[in-house]
Structures are given as C-alpha cells and as structure tokens.
Nanobody, 123 residues
C-alpha cells in the first residue's frame, strides 16, 4: 500500500504563489508516476500535472502550463507543485496522486489518492 499526505494549501491573493507538497510512504518501488489533480466547486476532478518517477518527464494541463511547476525528490519521497501567478479559477481542492502507470491528462482514476488540500485564490 501507498499513502499520500498533502500540505501547503491556503488562501492567497490573485497573482500570488503557493507550493504544495505531497509526502509518500509505503511500498513506492512500484510507482511509475505521480501527479496532481484538482476539483473546483461544482466541477469534476481534473488533471493538473504529473511527473515520472524514473526520469524527469513532466506533463501539464493547458490551464496551468507556464504558471505551475511539478518536481519530485525520490530521496525524500515527495512531490511538489509550485503554483505561480495564481488566478481565482485555480481555487479548488488539490489532490496528490500516484500510479503504477503513466498519469496522463486523460486519466480520471489513479491507483492512490491523497486526502486533498484546499487552495483558495481571492482578494
């Protein structure tokens, strides 16, 4: 089993930045990729970004490309999401995700989910 615990959410003004962290524990050797999804109020959960565990390939949704950056630290067993130039439409619960396969933008389900952390962008 794999456990994911997110942190770093909060309230930020438009144009501000936040950094989300996700710490992984358990049997991580089988994981191929990790990523972030989000669910805005009244909307379905959507893909945000992902990164492979063995090399440094990254993927982003069009809505966050150029503003968000995903990274991982295999020694610390953590994945991060640096969010810059935040907009009100980025307000959502952000979920850390891990999978034994590739987390692509078309994925709706993954093997493991975190509990979510709230990000609110408002003045």
């Amino acid at each position: 089993q794999v456990q994911l615990v997110e942190s770093g959410g909060g309230l930020v003004q438009p144009g501000g930045s936040l950094r989300l962290s996700c710490v992984i524990s358990g049997r991580t050797e089988s994981l191929y990729s990790m990523g972030w999804f989000r669910r805005a109020p009244g909307k379905e959960r959507e893909f945000v970004s992902s990164v492979s565990m063995s090399h440094r390939s990254t993927w982003y949704s069009d809505s966050v490309k150029g503003r968000f950056a995903i990274s991982r630290d295999n020694i610390k067993k953590a994945v991060y999401l640096q969010m810059n130039s935040l907009k009100p439409e980025d307000t959502a619960v952000y979920f850390c995700a891990a999978d034994r396969g590739l987390i692509s933008s078309s994925r709706k389900e993954v093997d493991y989910w975190g509990q979510g952390t709230q990000v609110t962008v408002s003045s």
